[in-house]
């Protein structure tokens, strides 16, 4: 008679064991790498979206005192309008809160504010809270789920550092969350020329 070859009972569950034991540490190491791998994506979309928020604000007026017609003065020059005080900075008085739109703006600073992609209770306790927009105002928020833009502007001293006076020089920092991938800082300076 001949003898049958095989595993037992006993050799099948030792290599499913083991087998299992290889499946846990395999996917412990893999998965933290493909949770990272999301980050140069969002770090991308980060750099498109602040780039474009910031060249919408640079595009508009040092200050809503400004001559937009292309006037000899500037506003804070002699003979002219005093530029917007410091502690008065942020959306021109003509319009309340949640209602403006970037194609109702005309100065830097009116870019003030938390802007969101998803729900208006991400910017916390910011007063001027706006949903995310392009320069007609239309909303964008679609193509950037979960992620918050801040935007702040203060007058800059020569040294380019925020000063609470009026000065030529408005400093525009902006922040983009994107949620669980990082904050990306973006600052440009806006002159009065």
Known sequence: MMRQRGFTLIESIVVMVIIGLAMVTLVSFLYPQVERSA?????????????????????????????????????????????TPPESLGRDG???????SPDQFNDVDDYIGCWYSDRA???GSNPDVYPL???LGQDVSANYRHFTVTVAVSYAGSNYQPLAAVTALKQIRLTVDTGGYGQYQFVAYRGNY
């Open 133 to 135: 927009a392009n320069v």
């Open 121 to 123: 209770s991400d910017c």
């Open 39 to 83: 980050t140069p994506h969002y770090q991308t979309r980060a750099a498109n979206l602040g780039q474009s928020m910031m060249s919408q604000i640079l595009a508009l007026g040092f200050d809503e005192n400004s001559d937009f017609d292309g006037g000899f003065l500037r506003c804070g020059e002699a003979g002219a309008e005093a530029c």
């Open 94 to 100: 003509n319009s309340t809160p949640g209602e403006s």
